[in-house]
């Protein structure tokens, strides 16, 4: 069980109780004993959750109940659990205030805020969403919808949208999709359907070689693609989603019997609002050390940052060692400085028992794993995913292991 207290200031303010927040607080403690209960995890949220796996939640391979703990659950011994929102920093103070007006002070910071969805920022979005055809993958609330909506799909039109916002996992508004595509051809009703990817990006994938595997499989699901359309509206009465065209700024308007949408998303609002934030709105860290750009004693990791890469919990797992060994060498006065290369994974199902393992760093270069091209669809790659990665998550990220 976590540590509870009424102390004011901590060696380490963690903001964030997430697979960042927590894996480097549990990091922290493993490398170094003596901050045992001088780090706190400031999170109001009671409920910690795999998301990665919503994917096949959605697809109703599993059920959404095996990715949810206890918030208290992961909190690792040694660290305090502050059980609020930090709503405002005090970077010049040291400090950080909570929704209860709570002041913190800290000697370093380390910010861990994840990613704000902007369900209100899609016209008739959270009016609709979870019911009559309209699903999303994007949230605990709403994953049964999607599995409801693609079994209960008898033909017809069905779109699977991505904004023009980094999200994060980049690869989960098409991964829903093939899965769908699955299904209807299962169920029999793939000849009377009509599938659109209809994304706000330029391309299906940023690295060509990944890009490439999967145009391939589109073309053989015969998907239908639509690239710098952003979805602006849902007319759930009519079923019609309104999209923008982003280089003529025309609206389009598409029916759908089912439509699977990503809403889009931003850095926290109290991020945006502090003087945190890059001009972008996200928290502005070096992109190497994870260092904050102004602030020598903040760090910064996972979505809520302006890093260059793709928004996976592959890339925290290799940005937490980065940031506690550079604010464990900050506070022994080391020079020992670690850097972070950008790489991050996407597991890229494309099929029920079927997966693309997309790997690569910030120039867009693959860097794979395993010894073999992963470009192509494996069935070792799927089980990879559903089986193992859940384990080493729970077991090994979340407990500093790896």
């Not at 998301?51 to 599993?62: H, N």
């Not at 369900?119 to 969403?129: A, R, T």
């Not at 299906?204 to 595997?213: G, H, L, M, T, W």
């Not at 359309?229 to 759908?256: D, G, S, W």
Request: glycine share 8%.
């Amino acid at each position: 069980m976590p540590e509870t207290g009424q102390k004011t200031r901590y060696k380490v303010v963690i903001v964030g109780g997430g697979s960042a927040g927590i894996a480097v607080a549990a990091q922290l403690l493993r490398k170094s004993r003596e901050l045992a209960g001088q780090i706190a995890v400031v999170d109001g949220a009671s409920k910690h959750y795999y998301q990665p796996l919503w994917t096949l939640v959605g697809a109703g391979v599993v059920s959404r109940e095996v990715t949810e703990r206890e918030e208290a659950e992961v909190i690792p011994r040694g660290a305090v659990w502050i059980r609020e929102a930090v709503t405002v920093f005090l970077p010049k103070e040291n400090a950080v205030m909570t929704a209860s007006g709570n002041k913190l002070h800290y000697d370093y910071l380390v910010v861990a805020a994840g990613i704000q969805i902007d369900w209100h920022k899609v016209k008739g979005l959270q009016e609709s969403i979870g019911k009559d055809g309209v699903c999303s993958n994007y949230a605990y609330d709403y994953v049964q919808s999607t599995w409801d909506s693609i079994r209960q799909f008898q033909g017809g039109t069905a779109i699977f949208t991505q904004p023009h916002t980094p999200v994060k996992c980049g690869g989960a508004p098409q991964k829903i999709m093939y899965l769908a595509d699955d299904s209807f051809r299962r169920s029999g009703v793939r000849a009377q359907s009509l599938i659109r990817f209809v994304s706000g990006t330029p391309g299906i994938f940023s690295v060509k070689k990944y890009a490439d595997a999967l145009q391939k499989v589109i073309d053989r699901k015969q998907i239908h693609t639509c690239f710098q359309h952003n979805l602006v509206e849902i007319r759930a009465e009519q079923k019609q989603a309104v999209f923008e065209n982003l280089l003529t700024h025309e609206r389009v308007v598409m029916p759908y019997d089912m439509i699977h949408v990503v809403p889009p998303m931003s850095a926290p609002d109290f991020i945006k609002n502090s003087p945190l934030a890059a001009a972008d709105g996200w928290l502005d860290v070096d992109k190497h050390t994870l260092r904050h750009a102004r602030f020598a004693n903040i760090f910064g990791l996972g979505d809520c940052t302006n890093l260059p890469t793709s928004k996976t919990g592959a890339a925290i797992r290799k940005q937490a060692p980065v940031v506690v060994q550079n604010l464990l060498a900050q506070i022994s006065g080391s020079p020992d400085y670690r850097q972070y290369n950008g790489y991050t994974s996407c597991p890229l199902v494309t099929g029920y028992g079927k997966l693309i393992l997309a790997e690569f760093d910030y120039e867009l270069i693959p860097r794979e794993t395993f010894p073999f091209d992963q470009s192509r669809e494996r069935r070792s790659m799927y089980w990879l995913k559903k089986e193992l990665l859940p384990v080493m998550y729970w077991h090994g990220m979340l407990k500093g292991r790896i």
